[in-house]
């Protein structure tokens, strides 16, 4: 007869391995995890694999977005956010705009390198898109990242009243990123007490100066949404902030997110953080590893963030996400390779050097009047630049708020880029009395090409201009 002891030590090893954990890409994300936050596809009308062409109308639809209050949204196709574009790097995109607004508008698509007069702004790019009528844009994807589309025109106004929609392009070559992809837009939006939008001049002079946050905030267009979850199953969350005005920090438990992309595709290196700072317009990307034991429930929170003066001023932390952790057992994250990509920092010598100095003033009337070195955007003349040049400019904010620069058409690189690790931007945080230094090379795409705060606010009443790219 068997010793039980012998039994035991023959058994033994099977028990271990039956209760070794699987590894993330393993196991499926549990059923249903992104019911509450997955963005509609547009049907692609196109039967060439490598042309994505769609229909996108503008049009206001009524929503429940605060439960029990119907708001008339200003959507893309019907829908907050507007439908996702998803695409592969290379392929070329149509998108059959039409205006059914009661009011002119336009696409912008930001961050993408598009020709000049694909880039959506009107009056220099483009004719205005007048109410009930069209316009088709037609380009190919250069570049592989998180993007976004929104009009500019009034575009305080109309990114704030929900015109906006992300963009994907991915790139089959690139080095894999563990977890399931989400596309997350963190936005807010102001609605009064019988559910109706707020006026974009909501708050006169301070609402200018301050700009303008709103009343709830929104992920992928809901109020406090479901994201549901397994204990270590990797996500794959790109991150865009799509409102006019408010910064985001946003936490889960100090849990580690790894930072993968920023807003021109892949970082250098990956990198362990503890929250996502985004402000308006940025796109990072992260992996983010569900932490919570089986069978229980959390919340994902937005910080008050800085960002100059009377911003955090008794303010608190808002719940935005509930992230759910189902009854399953917990598995082992996959590694997130460190090397991602190389980038080549932008060779300095013999660039040209400017200043831009970000200004806010009052005009005769005491309305606010913001500009770039003084000059409010409707007087200012274009700065003139050459195709194949590099530019090396000084973005200088001596005012008493943050402001969030972009450039349309360009990646630009910081010339001594945040924690050592380079990156593509197209949208930079430039904190009050601060300074930050960007390099661009322009290649050859003239035209016309704005540059301004992505605070809409403060773009709407001055500051913005314009660089005149020539051949
Ligand atoms: Cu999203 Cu002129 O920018
Ligand atoms: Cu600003």
Not at 36 to 59: M, S
Not at 115 to 126: A, K, L, Y
Not at 328 to 348: G, K, N
Request: with cysteine; proline share 8%; hydrophobic share 35%.
């Amino acid at each position: 007869m068997k010793s039980p002891l012998l039994l035991l030590a023959l058994l033994l090893p099977l028990a271990v391995a039956a209760q070794a954990p699987l590894k993330s890409s393993e196991v499926k994300q549990p059923d249903g995890w992104d019911r509450d936050l997955a963005l509609t596809i547009p049907q692609d009308l196109n039967p060439d694999p490598h042309i994505l062409e769609i229909n996108l109308e503008a049009v206001i639809k009524e929503m429940e977005i605060v439960p029990g209050k119907k708001t008339k949204v200003w959507t893309y196709n019907g829908t907050l956010p507007g439908p996702l574009i998803k695409a592969n790097v290379g392929d070329r995109l149509i998108v059959h705009f039409k205006n059914s607004l009661p009011m002119a508008t336009s696409i912008h698509w930001h961050g993408l390198r598009v020709p000049n007069d694909m880039d959506g702004v009107p009056g220099m790019t483009q004719p205005m898109v007048e109410p009930g009528q069209t316009f088709t844009y037609d380009f190919v994807l250069p570049d592989a990242g998180t993007f976004w589309y929104h009009p500019h025109v009034d575009s305080a106004a109309q990114v704030g009243y929900g015109l906006y929609g992300a963009l994907i392009v991915n790139d089959p070559n690139e080095p894999k990123i563990p977890g399931d992809e989400l596309v997350l837009v963190f936005s807010d939006m102001s609605i009064d007490d019988n559910g109706e939008l707020l006026g974009p001049k909501e708050g006169g002079r301070f609402g200018d100066l301050f700009g303008r946050e709103g009343t709830v905030v929104l992920v992928n267009g809901k109020v406090l949404p479901t994201l549901t979850v397994r204990q270590g199953k990797q996500q794959r969350w790109r991150v865009i902030n799509a409102s006019r005005t408010r910064y985001f920090t946003l936490r889960y438990k100090r849990s580690p997110l790894v930072i993968v992309g920023s807003d021109g595709g892949l970082i250098e290196k990956s990198r362990t953080v503890d929250e996502i700072k985004l402000v308006p317009a940025e796109r990072h990307d992260f992996v983010f590893t569900p932490p919570d034991a089986p069978n229980s429930e959390g919340v994902f929170k937005w910080y008050p963030t800085d960002r100059g003066f009377g911003s955090t001023y008794n303010r608190l932390a808002e719940d935005i996400m509930k992230i759910k952790t189902v009854n399953e057992p917990r598995v082992t994250p996959d590694p997130v390779p460190e090397q991602l990509r190389t980038i080549v920092p932008i060779d300095t010598r013999g660039a040209k050097e400017r200043e831009m100095n970000l200004t806010i003033g009052y005009d005769r009337d005491d309305n606010v009047s913001m500009g770039i070195n003084g000059v409010n955007y409707k007087d200012a003349p274009p700065i003139m630049a050459k195709v194949g040049t590099t530019e090396v400019w000084t973005i200088r904010n001596d005012t008493d708020f943050n402001h969030p620069f972009h450039l349309h058409g360009f990646f630009f690189q910081e010339v001594t880029p945040a924690n050592g690790v380079m990156q593509w931007k197209d949208t930079i945080d430039v904190p009050q009395h601060t300074q930050k230094k960007i390099v661009v090379k322009f290649d050859d795409r003239p035209g016309m090409w704005m540059y301004h705060c992505h605070i809409l606010d403060h773009a709407d009443v001055g500051m913005m201009g314009h660089l005149h790219l020539i051949n």
